[in-house]
C-alpha cells in the first residue's frame, strides 16, 4: 500500500516560491485541487484557553493533535495528522504543521483510519536546519504495506476503555446509532472529552463498523471549528462549540461524558450499534470473525442494515429457520453487496429460506439472489436451490393466495436455463397437482404466464404433443375465469398445430362460437401468413365452426377475404366455410367506383359466388360495374340495368345508399329522354324510408348548372311531375318528394329568359296534357309570376343569365 505525502506549514521557502503558510513539500502525482483541499482540511486552530506563548510542555500537553481522516473530492482516502509548533521562522505564535498521507489507489486498506495514527513515518515539525531559502525536493511515496497497526486501539485496548467507567458501552452504542443517523441527516457527531478520551472513543466508533464502512466516515479528533466538521468529531477545551440546547437538538448529535449532556437518540437493544458495541465489550473475538465474515460484501458505507449482515453472520454459525422481516433483510443486504465470492459462499445459507418467507416480493429477491449466484459458480445443487426457491414462489403465493404474479415473473426470468433436470425438478412440484380449483380464481394473466412455464417445462422434458399433457389441459379448464379468454392462447407457441389443438380444447370447454373470437384476437396480432396457416389447420381437423366464430366486426370482412384468396390460391376449403366467405367478402365490395382494389374484391367475390351458386344480397360486384358503367358518356340507360339497381337498393347500408346515389342518379337521370325513363330511374333509385338523403340528391340534380338552359332530361322531369299520379301504388311512394320536386323545378324555370320559357310552354302546347297536368303547369306558372314580381326576384334578374 503506498501513499503520497504532503507537508504544510510556515516556512521560508515552499511550493509558492515565497514565504508564509504554504505546502512546504509535496510528493509528484497529487492534483492542485487535491493540493488545495488539503491545505485547507489541515488547518489547525489553537484551544482558546490555551495560552497564546506557550512552552513546550503546554504545548504538548494543552495542544491535542487533530487526526483526520477524510475522503477528497477526487475520490481518493486521505489523512492529516496537525500539530501545534508555536513559532514560526520569523519568530511569529500560531504555527502548525500538517503531514497528510493520500492513498495512491483510492481503494481502503484493510486497516482502520486510527491504526495509521501511530504510524512511525508522521513529521510532526520542520526541523529549523530544513527551513532554508533552498527549494525543498520532492516528497518520495510512502510505503504503507507493513505498518503494524496502533497498538494503543486494539480490540483488547479499546475493550478495557469501555469498561473502565459504567455506561461507557451504552454510551458507545448511542454515539454509533447517532453516527449513522447523521449519514441521513447530515447532522455531525461531536464528543467533548479530554484529547487522549476523544481518540479512544473515535478508536471505537471506527471500530464498530468494517474498515471498509469506517473508511466512510470522516473523523477529526480535535476539531475547533463547528463549520466543515467531519462525520466524527472531537474537542475539547474552549472552542467554538458552545453545547447548548439548539446545538445538541439541531445542528450535532453531541456528547459529553463528563458532564452528561447529549443528544437525545432513540434507544435500542437490537439495532447494529447496540450489537456491536456489545460485542466489543463482552466477546471481541466474536467481532473479529464477523468482521471477517464481512469481507464477503462491499458496502461502501455504515448503515443500519449492517444488523441484516449480522443475522447473517449469526446463521451462518448456527444454521437455523429465520422469517419474516429479519430473513427478507438478510437477503436484501445479501442481494445488494455480497462480492461474487461472497454470493457462492451464502448460497447454503439461504437456499432454503424460500418456505419460510410470507411476502412474494421477498421470495423474488431470494431467487434473483440465488439465481444470480449458481449462474456464478455453474454448480447444478446452486441451480437447484433457485429453482426450488421460485417453485416455492409460485405455489404459495401466486397459485394458493393468487398475489406475486409479478414477483414470479421477474423471477422467471433470472433463473438460470431450463435443462432437462430443472424441467423434471418444476414438472414434479406439487404445483401442478394442485392447481385445481385454486388456478380457477386466478387472473388470466396468471394463467398464461403458468401456460408458458408448463409448456416451455414439457418440450424440455420431452412430454408431446405438449397440448395433450395433464398440466395443459387442467389450464385450459381453468381459463374460464379469463373474461375475454385471450391470455391463456396468447401464451401458446405460435404454430399452427399447437394454437389449432388449444383452439380445439378451449372449444369444448366453452362455445366454439367462443374459442373462435379469442383466436381472431391473437390471430389478428401475429404475421398474416402465420395466422392463415393455423386457419388452414384447423379447417383441414374439423375446427368449422371455431373459424365462423372468428369473425367479430370489424376483423370478420377481411378475414373472409383472405380466406377467399386462399381458395382461389389453391387451398380449398370445405363447402360450408367457402360459402359463408362469400356471403360475408360480398360486404368488402367497395362500391365507389375510384376505390383502391376495388376490382380485384369484386371479381374474386362475384367468380367465388358464381362457383358456389350463391346469391349475393345484394348484388355488390354487379353495383359497382353499374356505378362504372354509369361515368362512361357512351353507356345507354338500359345498360345501367335499373331492374337490378331496384332490386339491390333496400339492401344497402344508409351511407352505401348515399355514395350509390352520388355515383348514379344524375349520371341515369341524364340519360332519360322520356317521361317514362324519368320515372324508370325514380323507381330504382328511391327509398322512402331514406326520402330525406334522396330529395337532397334530386333536388341537387334538377338545379345543377349546365351548358343548356332546358336540356331533354329538365323536359322529361317536367313532363312526369305534371303527369304524377300517386293513385298509382307504384308512384305512391314518390308523393313523399312532390313537393319539393316542384318547388326543384320551378327555381329551375325561373332561371330561363323570357323567350327560352315560352319554348317551354310550346312543348308543353304539343304535347296536348290532360287536365290534371294543365293545372299543375297554371300552378307552376303562378309560381314563377310570384318570383318574378319580388324585389329579390328582380334585383336577382338583373345578374342571372340563362
Known amino acids: 500500500m503506498k501513499a503520497l505525502q504532503l507537508l504544510y506549514t510556515s516556512c521560508r521557502r515552499g511550493q509558492s516560491g515565497s514565504a508564509g503558510f504554504q505546502t512546504r513539500a509535496i510528493t509528484p502525482g497529487i492534483r492542485p485541487d487535491e493540493q488545495r483541499e488539503i491545505e485547507r482540511r489541515g488547518v489547525y486552530r489553537p484551544p482558546r484557553d490555551a495560552r497564546p506563548e506557550p512552552t513546550a510542555e503546554e504545548i504538548a500537553r494543552d495542544f491535542p493533535r487533530a487526526f483526520r481522516s477524510y475522503r477528497l473530492e477526487s475520490g481518493r482516502l486521505a489523512l492529516t495528522r496537525s500539530c501545534y509548533t508555536g513559532r514560526d521562522y520569523s519568530g511569529r505564535w500560531g504555527n502548525f504543521f500538517a503531514h497528510t498521507l493520500v492513498l495512491e489507489d483510492g481503494a ?96 471505537c466508533l471506527q471500530k464498530l463498523f468494517p474498515p471498509l464502512q469506517a473508511w466512510a466516515l470522516s473523523s477529526s479528533s480535535y476539531q475547533d471549528d463547528p463549520r466543515g466538521c467531519a462525520d466524527l468529531n472531537g474537542t475539547t477545551g474552549d472552542t467554538g462549540f458552545t453545547f447548548d ?134 454448480g447444478a445443487a446452486h441451480r437447484d436451490l433457485a429453482w426450488r426457491a421460485w417453485l416455492a414462489l409460485v405455489r404459495r403465493h401466486v397459485v394458493d393466495r393468487g398475489q406475486g404474479l409479478e414477483a414470479a415473473r421477474a423471477a422467471w426470468s433470472r433463473l438460470p436455463g431450463v435443462g432437462l433436470e430443472t424441467a423434471a425438478l418444476a414438472l414434479q412440484d406439487p404445483l401442478w397437482r394442485r392447481l385445481e380449483p385454486a388456478a380457477r380464481s386466478l387472473p388470466p394473466e396468471a394463467l398464461a404466464f403458468l401456460l408458458d412455464v408448463a409448456w416451455t417445462c414439457l418440450e424440455i422434458a420431452g412430454k408431446t404433443p405438449v397440448w395433450d399433457q395433464p398440466e395443459i389441459a387442467a389450464l385450459v379448464r381453468c381459463a374460464a375465469s379469463d373474461p375475454a379468454g385471450q391470455a391463456l392462447l396468447n401464451a401458446v407457441p405460435r404454430r399452427p398445430e399447437a394454437l389449432s389443438a388449444v383452439s380445439r380444447q378451449l372449444a369444448a370447454a366453452w362455445t366454439p362460437e367462443r374459442a373462435g373470437r ?83 374484391v369484386a371479381r374474386l367475390v362475384a367468380e367465388s359466388a358464381a362457383a358456389l351458386k350463391v346469391t349475393l344480397r345484394p348484388d355488390r360486384p354487379l353495383l359497382r360495374r353499374l356505378l362504372i358503367a354509369a361515368q362512361d358518356a357512351q353507356t345507354p340507360l338500359a345498360g345501367l340495368r335499373l331492374d337490378a339497381v331496384r332490386g339491390a337498393m333496400p339492401d344497402l347500408r344508409p351511407e352505401e345508399y348515399e355514395t350509390f346515389l352520388a355515383k348514379l ?138
Request: charged share 25%; net charge negative.
Open 518 to 600: 379469442v383466436l381472431g384476437r391473437v390471430l389478428a396480432a401475429i404475421d398474416p401468413i402465420a395466422a392463415q396457416a393455423v386457419r388452414r389447420q384447423l379447417d383441414q381437423e374439423g375446427g368449422f365452426e371455431i373459424l365462423i366464430g372468428e369473425w367479430p366486426e370489424p376483423e370478420r370482412v377481411p378475414l373472409a377475404v383472405s380466406w377467399l384468396r386462399e381458395q382461389a390460391a389453391g387451398h380449398r376449403l370445405s363447402n360450408e366455410l367457402a360459402i359463408e366467405c362469400v356471403r360475408v367478402a360480398n360486404l368488402a365490395v367497395p362500391l365507389a367506383p375510384d376505390a383502391r382494389e376495388g376490382d380485384g
Open 665 to 802: 342518379l344524375r349520371p341515369a337521370l341524364d340519360r332519360a329522354g322520356t317521361r317514362g325513363e324519368h320515372q324508370s330511374v325514380l323507381l330504382a333509385t328511391f327509398l322512402a324510408s331514406r326520402a330525406p338523403v334522396f330529395e337532397r340528391f334530386y333536388l341537387a340534380f334538377l338545379q345543377a348548372r349546365r351548358k343548356s338552359s332546358w336540356p331533354e332530361e329538365l323536359h322529361s322531369a317536367l313532363r312526369f311531375w305534371l303527369g304524377f299520379d300517386p293513385g298509382r301504388a307504384e308512384l305512391r311512394p314518390l308523393a313523399a318528394i312532390e313537393s319539393a320536386a316542384r318547388k326543384g323545378l320551378v327555381l329551375a324555370l325561373s332561371r330561363l329568359k323570357p323567350e327560352r320559357l315560352d319554348e317551354v310552354r310550346q312543348n308543353l302546347k304539343k304535347c296536348r296534357l290532360d287536365p290534371l297536368s294543365a293545372s299543375r303547369w297554371r300552378e307552376i306558372e303562378a309560381a314563377l309570376e310570384a318570383r318574378g314580381k319580388g324585389p329579390w326576384a328582380r334585383f336577382v334578374g338583373m345578374f342571372v343569365r340563362d
Open 245 to 378: 440546547e439548539s446545538e445538541r437538538r439541531y445542528r450535532f448529535y453531541m456528547f459529553d461524558p463528563g458532564t452528561g449532556e447529549q443528544s437525545e437518540i432513540p434507544g435500542a437493544d437490537d439495532d447494529y450499534p447496540s450489537v456491536a458495541s456489545r460485542w466489543l465489550v463482552q466477546d471481541p473475538d466474536r467481532l473479529e470473525r464477523f468482521f471477517t465474515f464481512m469481507r464477503r460484501f462491499n458496502p461502501q458505507r455504515p448503515a443500519p442494515g449492517l444488523i441484516s449482515a449480522v443475522h447473517l453472520f449469526e446463521l451462518g454459525e448456527a444454521p437455523g429457520a429465520p422469517g419474516g422481516e429479519r430473513l427478507a433483510g438478510m437477503i436484501s443486504f445479501a442481494a445488494r453487496y455480497a462480492s461474487p465470492q461472497g454470493r457462492a459462499e451464502l448460497l447454503e445459507i439461504l437456499g432454503s429460506a424460500g418456505e419460510a418467507l410470507t411476502r412474494p416480493d421477498e421470495v423474488e429477491m431470494l431467487v434473483r439472489f440465488l439465481a444470480d449466484g449458481a449462474r456464478e459458480t455453474g
Open 108 to 203: 481502503a486498506p484493510a486497516l482502520w483510519p486510527i491504526d495509521l495514527y501511530e504510524w512511525s513515518g508522521w513529521t510532526d515539525a520542520l526541523d529549523p536546519g530544513q527551513d532554508t531559502e533552498q527549494a525543498p525536493p520532492p516528497l518520495p511515496l510512502a510505503d504503507l504495506g507493513a505498518i503494524t497497526p496502533a497498538e494503543s486501539f486494539r480490540l483488547a485496548e479499546l475493550r478495557e476503555f469501555l469498561c473502565e467507567q459504567p455506561g461507557r458501552p451504552e454510551l458507545l452504542a448511542r454515539m454509533g446509532r447517532a453516527a449513522l443517523a447523521g449519514l441521513e441527516s447530515s447532522r455531525s457527531l461531536v464528543i467533548r472529552d479530554s484529547a487522549t478520551n476523544v481518540l479512544y472513543w473515535i478508536a
